[in-house]
């Protein structure tokens, strides 16, 4: 055996792995999206996809999950090179003729869980890809548009945000809302008739917040090891709902740890725009 | 059936400034690059795009000055970034933006395809889109259960532009056994009015004929089939080829550095055809390189 | 050569797939139907087909149609069997994953023309294929359904009506709309907004009709030879509009009848509920 | 992944009097007999159903006394005539019918699966179908347009129940390449809330994975997977076997004759299971003879 397996530190991206992968339970179904560039990959693929699989290595051996075109990819053994060809391979129960069958899935409440990152996301777990600025003009920053998150938020039982804690990400109220939380400007998702209850989480570098407010406002359920709520505040731009106990994110065991760094991304493939600097 | 071998330069000549033409291809697979290209060569203005997860495409016509709207789920470069003139090119106002949601956009093509003037749909309920576009985006009321539901307007694209596998000359397109199609090529040409696909290689109908479920594109909704290997390229065509990273790259350093229009000047403008730009990367001695190691088609 | 060249005599389903051919234009595109039973499968298929495929061998080589799940299928040597393997093993353009692409097709106004037999055909071409009786009871006769008939009455521009006349099949009104035509009730196609123009022909065993009156009535258009206008009255319910001047439907040329029965259809595949009786 | 294999008693044993089932395949291909003969062996009653063109599944349901209730495109026997037991139910008032245009009731699937309420569609408009349904066909105004529309409510199945062509172990089903698909058996999947599957062979997933373009029904959307070759019989399976056109007609003469209640007791109900079925047909030495001489399949 390797001697990984003796270490007990950990980094951030294995923390959130854990803490991600304890969410997920056997036979669900889970939803990952793709990633524009190094760290937006990590977050919305690389981490989600390493959560999946150590879920499957764990607790739950039947969870399972549709990532691009592939419903159910075998995840024994992430390839190195992820160019076209890899993905066309894949070995997956099934792939789809029509892009138009997996949104179905998602609109028709067939997925359990999905992951989320974003540049913006605000109090109400409302996200934005979409574009930052003033409405009825050109945006100052142009962003990528939709893609399904939208749909994720609209229909998943049960949504989970991955984003690095910064003031620039966690706003007041993001600029546009590309995907609706729990609220915006009056309107509910009950109003509305949304199907899904909305974001459950949010998971970041730095602390795991939730929604179990009366009103769906963010609210702090742990703090990462060696991080202080006081640091937490002083990354986000709204004051999240803070009980008067906040408990810290459980670190993953030493087993846990040997299994996603020699097992599941031996190669880093996953964690690409990872720091992979180790917790304390 | 009839022969409807044409080339890229005779297809888009028919393709007129302002129109509106859908894109296809999603992400760095199946870019129509050959129609692109063709559309720069020919100084096109003023066109809106109808797309599903654009990158190369999108962002090359931006650099061209071609692009007056944009509808679309995603325009940038997947893990390579964001798309640097479409970026911003809606930053300074020329390039109007419609976001949809994916739902939303595959509602938009069912609509169009079905002959349907829309299709509902809840998923951009209460979202920023709903109120983006309010000539494609009308909220009405379920009559079955009284709660909101969004009328979205059929996608109604004058031209659309594919890049395919294996055809022929008739223009049944046939897509690999194995394959990667997380894009919406086939609800694009069901939803289309004139459709122009270029594919890889061109086949005997006989060979069409032995396996007809494969055909994703039937003959009847084709104007126009262009015979173009690595006709996606510097994007992949599962099944046949990977991304030339290097020569994205290449694109994306000019377009972050605001070079672009000299770019294509160099490397586009003065090429008389698909031919002549495969040359001046190299031919197939160079591009086999990507080649992948498995092909269902010669 | 065969001896059948020199044949001036035709069977009515030949002067029928004849009279059809020449409504057919290079390069449209006709969907065929099925046919439950002999004489209905003969009317709604054999016909048609025969008649695409002359089109084909004349006048229109690039006629195309959809027939069951094939598009475009190679017609030049119809099989003797029709089990199932037939179809499946049947050379063809396309054969769709889903025969939602096909109903789309329809719906969408992508098909040029279409062949409609039913048991009940009224005064402005509405037809039944679905239930005879009064309603708001059970119906002293059930029939099949809709199939995709209501569409093609909805949405192809030249449907064409091919059943025998019978006083029972050309009532005044039909008991039930299963496809909708000129009129009905004061609802027309117009006021709907039905994108067709609605049914063009009716190629009956006895005459031809059509609908160019102004409130879309049916008009005898020709009466095949050696049938008299009286005949043809006797065979109908209700009567339709008669100009002054009555043609006789064109017989097909002996090149034609030797086509049809040489090449065509020289098994009797096609013919199966035909009488084949010569017309003088 | 979970394996899902079952027996098609098990499966039946779950669907309850009063359900209301959707019922795959179309005309006289994939009738899903397994299943159809265990409900009748189970004494199933009061069941509605939501059919494409349905042909002996529906009739020997109706012989049965199963039915109250039944929506669809069609029912009859195709080239062999009408459905005598369903007709007469019909007619003398014991089953309800709701009858669609087939653009009509793929609208009414697609909503389902697309997690709709109502899709519109214009095809019935005018028709008797607009008022024999009122529950399900609602017209409304096109908010782009102005004009009438009819919004048709989503087909709400309890369970589903197909024959398909080959599965591994936890529920992919996959379809072979060349195949005759002129149904909606993968739309009903899409739209089921509890799918039963019955399939001509169990393959290794591993043989599944390799090409997974060719999974039409995927685990996910699978309750329980039936092992059952020659499962369609009389009926054919596409690329497996004809259909035995003697077994079809000795139903009908009896149908005609009114004699089906006897046949059903002398030829379902004694009988355990779908092997002393094949059994009391003579075995695969009498079956064999249908089979197609080209199979993908083993």
């Known amino acids: 055996?390797?001697?990984?397996?003796?270490?007990?530190?950990?980094?951030?991206?294995?923390?959130?792995?854990?803490?991600?992968?304890?969410?997920?339970?056997?036979?669900?179904?889970?939803?990952?999206?793709?990633?524009?560039?190094?760290?937006?990959?990590?977050?919305?693929?690389?981490?989600?996809?390493?959560?999946?699989?150590?879920?499957?290595?764990?607790?739950?051996?039947?969870?399972s999950i549709y990532w691009g075109n592939l419903l159910t990819p075998s995840l024994d053994g992430i390839p190195e090179a992820t160019l076209q060809d890899t993905y066309t391979r894949w070995q997956a129960a099934a792939?789809?003729?029509?892009?138009?069958?997996?949104?179905?899935?998602?609109?028709?409440?067939?997925?359990?869980?999905?992951?989320?990152?974003?540049?913006?996301?605000?109090?109400?777990?409302?996200?934005?890809?979409?574009?930052?600025?003033?409405?009825?003009?050109?945006?100052?920053?142009?962003?990528?548009?939709?893609?399904?998150?939208?749909?994720?938020?609209?229909?998943?039982?049960?949504?989970?945000?991955?984003?690095?804690?910064?003031?620039?990400a966690f706003v007041e109220r993001v600029d546009f809302v590309t995907s609706l939380g729990h609220a915006r400007d009056g309107e509910t998702r009950d109003t509305l008739g949304l199907p899904g209850p909305g974001p459950e989480l949010c998971v970041t570098d730095k602390a795991i917040f939730d929604f179990a407010t009366p009103d769906g406002a963010m609210r702090l359920r742990s703090v990462h090891p060696g991080v202080s709520v006081e640091e937490v505040l002083s990354l986000m731009s709204f004051a999240p709902v803070i009980d008067s106990e906040v408990p810290e994110t459980p670190r993953p065991s030493a087993e846990t740890v040997a299994i996603i760094r020699n097992d599941i991304d031996p190669h880093g493939v996953l964690m690409t725009g990872s720091a992979r600097e180790r917790m304390a | 059936?009839?022969?409807?071998?044409?080339?890229?330069?005779?297809?888009?000549?028919?393709?007129?400034?302002?129109?509106?033409?859908?894109?296809g291809g999603s992400l760095l697979r199946r870019q129509?690059?050959?129609?692109?290209?063709?559309?720069?060569?020919?100084?096109?203005?003023?066109?809106?795009?109808?797309?599903?997860?654009?990158?190369?495409?999108?962002?090359?016509?931006?650099?061209?000055?071609?692009?007056?709207?944009?509808?679309?789920?995603?325009?940038?470069f997947f893990r390579l970034g964001l798309a640097p003139n479409f970026r911003r090119a809606?930053?300074?106002?020329?390039?109007?933006?419609?976001?949809?949601?994916?739902?939303?956009?595959?509602?938009?093509?069912?609509?169009?395809?079905?002959?349907?003037?829309?299709?509902?749909?809840?998923?951009?309920?209460?979202?920023?889109?709903?109120?983006?576009?309010?000539?494609?985006v009308k909220r009405i009321t379920c009559p079955y259960t009284g709660k909101p539901v969004l009328a979205l307007r059929a996608a109604d694209a004058d031209f659309t532009i594919l890049h395919g596998y294996a055809a022929d000359e008739y223009g049944n397109v046939q897509w690999p056994i194995v394959r990667d199609s997380d894009d919406i090529d086939q609800m694009m040409a069901s939803s289309s009015r004139r459709l122009f696909v270029s594919v890889e290689c061109i086949v005997p109908h006989e060979e069409i004929a032995r396996r007809p479920a494969l055909t994703y594109i039937p003959h009847t909704l084709v104007e126009g089939i262009v015979h173009a290997p690595r006709g996606a390229h510097p994007t992949a065509t599962d099944g046949f080829y990977d991304e030339d990273e290097d020569a994205l790259e290449d694109w994306l350093e000019a377009a972050r550095a605001g070079r672009s229009a000299e770019w294509l000047d160099a490397n586009v403008r003065p090429l008389a055809d698909h031919e002549a730009y495969l040359a001046k990367l190299g031919g197939e001695a160079a591009l086999a390189r990507f080649d992948v190691t498995e092909r269902e088609y010669a």
């Open chain 1, 95 to 168: 792939s789809p003729v029509d892009v138009g069958y997996k949104i179905d899935m998602v609109t028709a409440g067939r997925f359990d869980v999905s992951f989320e990152s974003a540049p913006q996301v605000d109090r109400y777990g409302n996200l934005n890809i979409t574009e930052i600025g003033e409405p009825d003009a050109p945006p100052k920053v142009r962003l990528v548009g939709c893609l399904a998150q939208t749909e994720h938020l609209a229909f998943i039982r049960r949504p989970i945000i991955v984003t690095d804690l910064s003031p620039r």
């Open chain 2, 32 to 76: 129509p690059m050959v129609f692109v290209r063709e559309l720069v060569r020919q100084n096109r203005r003023d066109l809106a795009l109808l797309t599903w997860a654009t990158t190369l495409a999108t962002d090359m016509l931006a650099a061209a000055c071609a692009v007056r709207r944009w509808d679309g789920i995603y325009a940038g």
């Open chain 2, 90 to 136: 809606v930053q300074d106002g020329t390039i109007e933006t419609h976001d949809y949601s994916e739902s939303a956009m595959v509602a938009r093509f069912r609509a169009r395809a079905m002959g349907l003037e829309f299709l509902p749909n809840r998923a951009m309920l209460g979202t920023g889109m709903e109120t983006k576009s309010p000539d494609a």
């Open chain 2, 1 to 23: 059936m009839k022969s409807k071998l044409i080339t890229a330069a005779e297809a888009v000549s028919r393709i007129p400034d302002g129109a509106t033409l859908a894109v």
């Open chain 1, 1 to 63: 055996m390797d001697v990984a397996i003796k270490v007990t530190a950990c980094t951030t991206e294995e923390l959130m792995i854990a803490a991600i992968a304890a969410e997920l339970k056997d036979g669900e179904l889970g939803f990952v999206g793709l990633g524009t560039a190094a760290r937006a990959y990590t977050l919305a693929v690389g981490i989600p996809i390493a959560a999946a699989r150590l879920a499957q290595m764990t607790h739950a051996p039947a969870f």
